[in-house]
């Protein structure tokens, strides 16, 4: 008996079985030691950020010029920069810059990746191949040194930073989706819905996009690391976070011309970047894990 087109989407068993539980998907992850920890350190980070104003012993831009390049001892513990500005709670406020570049920058790419491949792999033909070659063109260039390109180009702010690294991530998001796509799309369960009689929009966001979701997620995690390595790369260079805003990047900047007589200055910014990006690949590996259908419980 022919199905009527027009009415709820064609039930799928693959969607279905894409869809791992929360819960599995949870346990899956408290598995992994490593992905433990890193979801820890998130977790904490994000509340350092949240409530640096609570935290922070000091405003982060106020300068005591009397207590310049102090080491770290009970006023400070982190010690003070080279205009007495408390590392602490620039340090603190610097994870709310990370943050938000890494999270928004990554929301740039996923925004424009994830279409342009969903795109190029079901139509295919012309369409594929200039937006393959598109994506082939900017991945041509170094991912940094694209993005200090364009941060160069569009001029030094931390807005002009996000759309720059959020720029040399789409190629990544869309190359990834497209090869998903074009494995899923020869499945049973799509040519069952396009024999319903449903439409290629109907198809793609109820059949194809729930089973590129877990690449996508494991993906974006792993981006948030390299956006946040990228911003403080950016700042670094002074082509990010402009001052008296707090950065990671500008802060190792500023403690590059005290590595001898004053180490601390780069040791609490470098550590932060080191530990915050580690911790989002741990965390993105563990998904990646979690999210393996071919695993079991």
Known sequence: MAIEA???????????????????????LLRGHLAKVGAGVILLLILAAM????????????????????????????????LGRDILSRLLYGAR???????????????IGVPLGLVAGYRGGWLDEV??????????FPALVLALAITA???PSLGNAMIAIGTVGIPGFARLVRGQVLSI????????????????????????????????????SLRI??????????SFLGLGAQPPTPSWGSMLNTGREYLE?????????????????????????????????????
């Open 131 to 140: 937006i393959m070659r598109l994506m082939d063109g900017l991945l041509a």
């Open 153 to 155: 180009a569009l001029g």
């Open 51 to 82: 409530f640096a104003p609570q935290l922070a012993p000091y405003d982060p831009a106020e300068q005591h010029l009397e207590d310049m390049v102090r080491p770290p001892d009970q006023g400070h513990l982190l010690g003070t920069d080279d």
């Open 225 to 234: 690391a390299f956006a946040v390595l990228a911003e403080a790369s950016l």
């Open 185 to 220: 799309r020869a499945q049973e369960f799509v040519e069952a819905a396009r024999a319903a009689g449903l439409g290629d929009r109907r198809i793609i966001l109820h059949h194809i996009t729930p089973n590129v979701l877990a690449p996508i997620i494991v993906h974006a």
């Open 261 to 297: 007589m004053a180490p601390w200055l780069s040791i609490a910014p470098g550590a932060a970047i080191f530990i915050t990006t580690l911790s989002f690949n741990f965390l993105g590996d563990g998904l990646r894990d979690a999210l393996d259908p071919r695993l079991k419980l």
């Open 6 to 28: 027009g009415r709820r989407p064609f039930p799928s068993p693959v969607v279905a079985s894409a869809r791992p539980r929360t819960r599995v998907v949870f346990t899956r």
């Open 97 to 111: 810059v990370s943050l938000v570049v890494g999270v928004l920058s990554v929301g740039i790419s996923l925004l």
